[in-house]
C-alpha cells in the first residue's frame, strides 16, 4: 500500500481556538461594519484573513531567538541573517526592515520619482500603494490566463513578455526605475512564475537597461511549483533553485512573515554595493540603523532560521499539499475557485456564486461575510474594495474578478480544520440563490480603504 500523505512536524505547544453561535456573529460583523478586518480575533473560529506573520515558528526558531544579540551595531544576529540571505537568495547585500512595505518603502525613496512607470505582474496594493504615492505607475502585464479562473495553467503568475516590451518600447529607460516580478503571484491567485519566464523578464530588463526586482513574499512556494511543474527543475534543491531564480534580480523586497515564517520582520536585498549605499540613508530614516534596521536581534535570528526552514522541501510539499487538500474538497462540492489551487491560499471565484448580487455591492465581500456568519471563518476579499477608486476620476475600480481569498497560515491548522471551512463554504454555495443584496460603503479613508472601511447593507 502507498504511505499516505503527512505532516513533515509534530505539534509541540498549542493554542485555544472558540466557536460562537451564529447569533453572535451576526452582531459582531454588524458592529464591525460589516469589515473582516474590524472584527476582534476572539470572534473567528478559523482565521483565513492571511498568511502574513500568522504561521507558528519552529521549537528552532523560538530556541534562536533566546541567542538573540542585541547590540545596536553589527549584532551577531545581523551576520547569522546575512549568511543565511547569502545562502538562500546569493545576494550579498541586504537591509533589514520591520515588514514588506517597510522595504517597498526604503527602495523606492531610492529608486522611484514622480512620472516613474513600473511594469509588472500584479503588484501587490502595499506596492502599488507606494508606487502611486509617489505619483508613479503601476502598469500590469500579467498573462491574460490568469483572469480565467477555469483556465488550468501550471505558472498562472507570469509576466506576459509581449505586453513587458511594449511598456519598456513605449517609455525611455530613465522613467522605468526598475521590472517589479511579485513570486508568487499574490493577487493572481498565489500562481507561480516559472524559470523560463523569469528568464524571458530578465532578458528584456537587460535589452532595455532597466533594473528587475523581485517582490519576494512567497519565494519558496515558487520554487516548490518551479521543482514540481518545470521541466528540468526536478532533481534540483528548493535553494539551489531559488538561488538561479533571484541570479535574475538586481534587488529583491521580501515581507518574511510570508515564506520565512516570522511574525515580524523584512528586508531589501542587492546584487550591487552601490543600490545597497543608495538606500542606506533611508533605512537609517525610517527603520533603524543598518545592521538592524526595524528588527530587534532575536527577531533577526528567527528569521535567519525560519529562513532555512522555509525552503525545506519537506515542509512545502506539507504545506502547499494542505492548500490543495482544501482545494480538493471544494471540487467535491462543485465550488469554483481560481485553479489551480495557489501556493498560499485558494481564491474562492465569488462572482460566479452570488451571481444576484450587483457588482456595486462588492460581491466577494458579500460572500467573506457569509462564510464568517456561516462557520466563523474569516477569510479576505480580493475585489472591487481592494482595488479602490482610480486616483485621477475618483471612481470605483471593478476588476476582473472578484475573489474571496481563503489564506492558509503555515504550520497552524490541521486537515480537520480544512474540512470545516469547505462544509461551512459549502452551506453557503447551497443558498447563495437567495442572496440578493450586497453592500454599500458608508465611510472610507482617500488610499487603501479596505482595511478600515466602514460599510451598510444594501
Ligand atoms: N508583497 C506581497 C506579494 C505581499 O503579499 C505583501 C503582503 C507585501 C508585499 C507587503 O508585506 O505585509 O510585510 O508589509 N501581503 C499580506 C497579505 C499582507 O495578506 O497578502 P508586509
Redesign the pocket.
Known amino acids: 500500500m502507498e504511505l499516505p500523505f503527512a505532516e513533515s512536524y509534530k505539534i509541540k505547544m498549542v493554542e485555544t481556538i472558540r466557536k460562537s453561535t451564529r447569533e453572535e456573529r451576526e452582531k459582531w460583523i454588524k458592529e464591525a461594519h460589516y469589515n473582516l478586518f474590524n472584527l476582534k480575533s476572539d470572534y473567528v473560529f478559523i482565521d483565513l484573513?492571511?498568511?502574513?506573520?500568522t504561521g507558528a515558528m519552529s521549537d528552532k526558531q523560538w530556541g534562536a531567538m533566546m541567542e538573540g544579540d542585541e547590540s545596536y551595531a553589527g549584532a551577531r544576529s545581523y551576520y547569522n541573517l546575512k549568511n543565511s540571505i547569502k545562502d538562500v537568495t546569493g545576494f550579498d547585500y541586504f537591509l533589514p526592515t520591520h515588514?514588506?512595505?517597510?522595504?517597498?518603502n526604503v527602495l523606492f525613496s531610492s529608486i522611484i520619482k514622480e512620472g516613474d512607470v513600473l511594469p509588472g505582474n500584479s503588484h501587490?496594493d502595499?506596492?502599488k500603494g507606494h508606487i502611486e504615492f509617489r505619483k508613479a505607475h503601476a502598469v500590469d502585464c500579467t498573462i491574460a490566463e490568469a483572469k480565467d479562473t477555469t483556465a488550468e495553467i501550471p505558472f498562472k503568475g507570469n509576466i506576459d513578455l509581449t505586453l513587458l516590451e511594449d511598456v519598456l518600447k513605449k517609455y525611455p529607460k530613465e522613467k522605468i526605475p526598475c521590472i517589479v516580478l511579485?513570486v508568487t503571484n499574490?493577487t493572481a491567485g498565489g500562481q507561480p512564475v516559472s524559470m523560463e519566464n523569469i528568464k524571458g523578464v530578465s532578458a528584456l530588463a537587460k535589452q532595455y537597461g532597466v533594473k528587475l526586482l523581485f517582490?519576494s513574499?512567497?519565494f519558496a512556494e515558487n520554487a516548490y511549483f518551479i521543482k514540481t511543474r518545470e521541466k528540468g527543475y526536478q532533481d534540483k534543491s528548493i535553494v539551489e533553485i531559488c538561488n538561479e531564480m533571484f541570479s535574475h534580480a538586481d534587488f529583491m523586497?521580501m515581507?518574511?512573515?510570508?515564506d520565512a515564517i516570522v511574525n515580524m520582520g523584512?528586508f531589501v536585498a542587492f546584487r550591487n554595493e552601490k543600490d545597497w549605499e543608495a538606500c542606506q540613508m533611508y533605512n537609517i530614516m525610517f527603520e533603524g540603523f543598518i545592521t538592524y534596521g526595524g528588527m530587534s536581534g532575536r527577531d533577526m535570528n528567527a528569521l535567519a532560521q525560519g529562513l532555512k526552514e522555509g525552503t525545506d522541501f519537506n515542509y512545502l510539499e506539507t504545506r502547499i499539499g494542505q492548500v490543495a487538500y482544501l482545494g480538493k474538497k471544494l471540487d467535491e462540492y462543485g465550488i469554483p475557485y481560481q485553479r489551480p489551487a495557489g501556493g498560499h491560499a485558494i481564491f474562492v471565484d465569488a462572482k460566479k456564486i452570488l451571481t444576484n448580487v450587483p457588482k456595486e455591492q462588492f460581491v466577494a465581500q458579500t460572500l467573506g461575510i457569509e462564510l464568517y456568519i456561516e462557520g466563523g471563518v474569516r477569510g479576505?476579499e480580493i475585489g472591487a474594495l481592494l482595488a479602490d477608486r482610480d486616483p485621477d476620476t475618483r471612481e470605483n475600480r471593478y476588476p476582473a474578478l472578484e475573489l474571496l481569498r481563503l489564506?492558509i497560515p503555515r504550520r497552524v491548522y490541521t486537515n480537520n480544520h480544512m474540512d470545516y471551512i469547505a462544509a461551512a463554504l459549502k452551506n453557503v454555495y447551497d443558498r447563495r440563490e437567495s442572496i440578493t443584496k450586497g453592500y454599500v460603503i458608508k465611510k472610507e479613508l482617500p488610499i487603501m480603504r479596505h482595511f478600515t472601511v466602514e460599510l451598510d447593507k444594501a
Open positions: 484573513l492571511t498568511d502574513s506573520g515588514q514588506g512595505r517597510a522595504a517597498e501587490f502595499t506596492t511579485t499574490n517582490d513574499a512567497r523586497t515581507s518574511s512573515k510570508k523584512g479576505v489564506a
